[in-house]
């Protein structure tokens, strides 16, 4: 990995993107409004991916199950929680009406990823992309062919962490960018050798554009320029594996 951050780095909005829905040209929508650079990331929320791959399902289309009733009780909407069964990989725990979930791309997170802010119309959730990666590849390849320009692509979306409160953005997704950064058996100043120390990058990328894009400001992609972070990571990568999880 190359570090070229002499000069610090910049991350800035890519404003005016209208609401987005399924088979919308998110590239040719970013180029409109954006000249990229080589190096760029472009960082794009997971709901704007989820959105142009119509991944989006009506609430009165579900039937929950005697399961979804029994987790859901009097404070949630068992229909939602009936497709958080469906959408979740695996569950990790549940303490109802909350459920936390492994999704199909490996992460461990509340409600399998499924959210109901920030939808097209009410009524709808919004389910997380199938491959989230690829989805990054392929929105990655595009914004190659049509500008030029030698860019990495960030999928995100917010998660909580343990024992710390709060959301923060991490990466779900990610093409032609260092996703962690493995320092082990290098030496700090005095000479210790480092043993254990891999470093998120792709998440910390993902959390600096969050503080530009917001929360509610409908800001889907944010660019960040000034760092040389080109690699071949993928965000599936990040998950601890199983044989090394001590909490499941």
Same mark, same amino acid.
């Given at each position: 990995?190359?570090? /070229? ?20 040209? &998110?590239?040719? &929508? ?18 704007? $991916? ?5 991944? *989006? *399902? ?22 939602? $929680? ?15 009406? &909350? ?8 992460? $461990? ?6 959210? /109901? ?33 030698? #860019? ?19 990466? $779900? ?28 990058? /792709? ?5 600096? /554009? ?10 889907? #992609? ?27």
């Amino acid at each position: 990995m190359t570090r /070229a951050v002499a000069g610090g780095y910049s991350v800035f909005p890519v404003n005016q993107i209208p609401e987005l829905h399924e088979g919308d040209d &998110l590239a040719a &929508l970013i180029l409109d409004r954006i000249e990229l650079e080589d190096g760029d990331i472009v960082v794009v929320a997971q709901k704007a $991916i989820s959105k142009i791959e119509g991944r *989006i *399902i009506r609430l009165d289309g579900i039937e929950p199950s005697d399961r979804a009733r029994q987790i859901a009780g009097d404070e949630e909407d068992p229909r939602r $929680i009936e497709a958080i069964l469906q959408e979740a990989k695996s569950i990790v725990k549940i303490r109802e009406p &909350l459920v936390i979930c492994e999704t199909r791309d490996g992460f $461990i997170c509340a409600s399998a990823g499924i959210d /109901a802010s920030n939808t097209t119309e009410a009524g709808t959730l919004i389910l997380l992309p199938l491959d989230s990666d690829a989805s990054a590849a392929a929105l990655r390849e595009t914004l190659r062919e049509r500008s030029g320009r030698e #860019v990495a692509v960030i999928v995100t979306d917010s998660f909580g962490r343990p024992w710390r409160q709060g959301t923060v953005d991490v990466a $779900i997704g990610a093409a032609g960018v260092v996703v962690l950064q493995d320092l082990k058996g290098k030496r700090d100043p005095v000479g210790h050798e480092l043993r254990s120390t891999v470093i998120a990058v /792709a998440d910390e990328i993902a959390s600096a /554009a969050q503080l530009v894009a917001g929360k509610l400001d409908r800001i889907p #992609v944010t660019i960040v320029r000034g760092l040389d972070l080109r690699g071949e990571g993928r965000a599936q990568e990040i998950p601890v594996p199983a044989e090394r999880d001590l909490f499941r």
